[in-house]
């Protein structure tokens, strides 16, 4: 039977774990090798880590810690941040990540999505596509930590980024990101509707529930947080989590 993935996505500043509101904001959480252990004990499905700042510093993800990650890791992982060549992905993967998460370099250059899936295969290649709603209606893609707009509507990116040879795709909604109180899911929708490669939800989950209305009525396949397994109670208190097997009916 059929289980959407559900994915923690875990964001770094200086190598430390933080979460962000509305990507601002961010609020410092611990260790992300603790972070990981704790993953492992609950059998998560998979981790995505993103260095927020790799990409406005010129630099990538530290690929020691993307192998520290990999010693600890009991789980498949995904890692992004300042990827902008064939060169940074092999050494990304040879420090035993299992996919790299594409982000500013698609908009910058999309032919890097092809020429990456060409050489390592499309279900390495993962490209997140940050969103903000236009102040008149509609979406707008945005990169660079969502400062600039990118001028692609997201429907448009997204059935690019297919075309380009991308694996799957994560859908990020600045807007309700941190906020905790469901993702966007017209957005949502209108992504599984253009695309025929997995689409991954992220921004907005605060319940179980969210993540069962991103994949139905939603259509995403890949269910992905951050404040949902890093936060408890009314008052956000830290504490990692993670579902019961139990609780991950999607019937």
Known sequence: ????????????????????????????????INAVR?????????????DIEATTQNRTISLDF?????????????????????????SIIKSGAERV?????AIIDPDFIYNASEEFGSSTITVCIDVKKK???????????????????????????QEKGAGEVI???????????????????????SVTIPVVALGGAGSIQH???????????GLAAGSLFIYRGTKKGVL????ERSELSFE
């Open 1 to 32: 039977m059929f289980r959407p993935r559900v994915i923690p996505v875990l964001l770094l500043k200086n190598l430390a774990l933080v979460k962000s509101k509305k990507f601002k904001d961010y609020n410092y959480i611990g260790d992300p």
């Open 38 to 50: 704790i993953f492992n004990d609950l059998k998560a499905d998979e981790l995505v880590f993103l």
């Open 66 to 90: 993307v192998k520290d990650v990999g010693e600890e890791a009991n789980m498949p992982f995904s890692v992004g941040g300042g990827i902008r060549t064939i060169e940074d992905i092999r």
């Open 101 to 105: 998460v594409i982000g500013s370099s």
């Open 135 to 161: 102040l008149l209606g509609g979406y707008q893609v945005c990169y660079q930590n969502g400062k600039k707009n990118s001028g692609f509507s997201p429907e448009e990116f997204a059935l690019r980024m």
């Open 171 to 193: 859908i990020q909604s600045i807007d309700k990101d941190g906020a905790m109180q469901g993702y966007d899911l017209d957005l949502i929708k209108k992504i599984s509707n």
């Open 211 to 221: 993540l069962k209305e991103a994949y139905r009525p939603g259509g995403a396949t």
């Open 240 to 243: 990692i989590n993670y579902p």
